[in-house]
């Protein structure tokens, strides 16, 4: 697989810059995005910074500012189409959330789901 459709919005990418920043991350650490098994519906969506991380060979990489997002093939099949948001809800509570035409049903606490 050559490239995908995977976009994030503005308010993500300002709120991942922000957790890097406070998590003392380099500006080269790129946020890793994928998928994996887990979760009661069957798959759980994956974020995370690592600091000796960097993009391998079987991975697609995309630059959205100052933020690079790496997503590994295998994770990128799923992931076509998708829009990573960060939605802040006051009390209700605030977190990155990942829409998506593949996703059939999500799990009634919304942290995993089911294609």
Known sequence: MESINFVVSDRAVQKALILRDECGYGNL????????????AGYEHVLLFENDDQPGDN????????LTVVIDQISATYLDGTELDFIDNGLMGSGFKFVSPTIKSTCGCGKSFSM
């Open 59 to 66: 991975d697609i990489v995309f630059n959205f500012g100052d």
């Open 29 to 40: 650490v790129p946020l890793r995005i994928g998928i994996k098994g887990g979760g009661c």
